[in-house]
């Protein structure tokens, strides 16, 4: 059976350990603290019986896989002390998930080359960081890929395989047959910041933000727009509640800072400032909303706004969203929705502009990473990329420079042509 190393116990290395332990690979998990192992090592355990309870597997299946899962406590114990030190071939990958911090991914990434053949490609799973800058540390960084999985892992069918500069072309492939191995949709990204969805689904979050900044809605009339309007599964601020606001900040911040702190990317004060209070979301009861009681409520209060548009900006929103087939007639709502989608559909155009990714792979990784309804380039198309293109304009002369300069050329085309 193959072998895969894993170094990080904890939420992403734990979830990860069960899915490749679930597509018959042998699994070394390895945590620098015990008490993270003992739980990733537990944690998988009854998961694996909880999936044979609902007969989803047999006992005996959830027997094997959860056997095939071995705990260890340091790099140095990895190879397996029944294989012969001739045995060079004992794992052909390692991924590592430990924390989001560069230093500490260096020290890994060197410990992995050690201890492991030299055929063995070293994957890592970081949300935001450059993978170039992380395969700095090892002799042969051509063997150095990102296979970036989304949380929960064993639940989220998508993986964003990461070619750095340095990268091998077999290493990359190896990574996406792995990912397609273990049951997921693999799409390759170029290392830039965020990747694909990292990148792209900021718009979401951040436009949701500086709306609530500027008096023009509640937290919950932002959130019920977009799953209303827009068809998301969850508004912006419940999403955000979800991750938890300091995962989502600390990716932000990452990005916005490589990104030479484009506006586009700008962190919002009224994250920072809940982050700081320790308003974390659902995980310390208080984000956004308030989870205390039997069901989420406002935790953030609600400014009176007497709201008005410019009429050439009314106009383009009410043209924006007849394109887009939005029924509701109020133009706050059009605004909320006009806003908030142009900046994702912008930035999914600008990334294939870059060719961070192909068209379809950044339509994918947007609704299997994220579970938007469409693909944001399909989305475009469909509305019309003239009717995007003016309204991208529109924003862009009423906001704050550089926003949303459009990514989208007014002479109509119809579809970003599939390929890498
Ligand atoms: N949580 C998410 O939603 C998510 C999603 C995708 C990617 N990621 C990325 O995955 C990585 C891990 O995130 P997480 O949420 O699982 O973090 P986590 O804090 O749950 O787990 C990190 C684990 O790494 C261990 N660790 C720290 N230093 C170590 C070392 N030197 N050697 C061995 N183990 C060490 C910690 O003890 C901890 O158990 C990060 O790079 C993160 O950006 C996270």
New binding site residues.
């Given amino acids: 059976m193959p072998t895969v190393v894993i ?9 990860i350990a069960q899915v490749a332990a679930q597509a018959g690979w042998d699994v070394q998990l ?4 015990a008490d ?2 003992a ?2 090592v537990s944690g998988i355990r009854a998961q694996f019986a909880r999936l044979a309870e609902k007969g989803r597997i047999s006992t005996e299946e959830a027997e094997r896989a959860a056997a095939r899962v071995r705990a260890i406590a340091r ?1 140095a114990d990895l190879a397996p002390a029944d294989r012969a030190p001739a045995d060079r071939a004992w794992a052909d990958l390692a991924i ?5 911090r560069l230093d ?2 260096h ?2 990434f060197a410990a992995l080359e050690k201890a492991l053949p030299a055929h063995a490609v070293l994957a ?6 450059s993978v170039g800058a992380i395969a700095r540390a090892v002799r042969d960084p051509s063997r150095v890929i990102g296979m ?4 929960p ?1 064993p639940l989220m069918p998508l993986v964003e395989v990461i070619a750095a500069a340095a990268s091998r072309p077999d290493a990359v492939d190896f990574g996406a047959a792995t990912a397609r191995a273990w049951g997921k949709t693999a799409v390759h990204a170029k290392d830039t910041p965020g990747f694909i969805v990292n990148r792209v689904a900021r718009g979401y979050y951040l436009e949701a933000l500086r709306l609530l900044g500027e008096h023009v809605s509640t937290v919950e009339k932002i959130d019920k727009v977009m799953k209303e309007l827009g068809g998301f599964k969850m508004g912006p601020f419940e999403l955000m509640d979800l ?2 606001l300091d ?1 989502n900040y600390s ?1 932000s911040l990452s990005v916005w800072e490589q990104m030479q702190r484009h506006p586009r990317f700008e962190p919002h004060e009224i994250q920072r400032r809940l982050v700081d209070q320790g308003c974390l979301g659902r995980k310390t009861g208080r984000g956004f909303y308030d989870y205390t009681g039997p069901s989420p409520v406002s935790a953030f209060p609600s400014v009176k706004t007497a709201f008005t548009l410019p009429p050439e900006v009314e106009q383009a929103v009410h043209n924006f969203a007849a394109a887009a087939s939005v029924t509701d007639p109020h133009t706050p709502c059009r605004y909320i929705f006009a806003r908030i989608l142009c900046a994702i559909l912008n930035e999914a155009a600008l990334a294939r502009q870059e060719g961070v990714a192909s068209a379809s792979d950044i339509d994918i990784a947007m609704k299997l990473g994220t579970n938007y309804p469409h693909g944001p380039l399909e989305w475009a198309d469909r509305i019309g990329r003239d009717e995007v293109h003016k309204m991208l304009a529109c924003l862009e002369a009423h906001t704050s420079a550089g926003r949303f300069r459009s990514a989208f050329e007014t002479t109509q085309r119809t579809h970003i042509e599939p390929g890498r």
């Fill in positions: 170094i990080g116990a904890g939420t992403m290395g734990a979830g390895c945590d620098l603290s993270a192992l739980r990733g790099l590592e998930a430990v924390i989001e500490v991914k020290a890994t890592t799973n970081t949300s935001s960081l970036h999985f989304f949380n892992a991750v938890g995962v990716v």
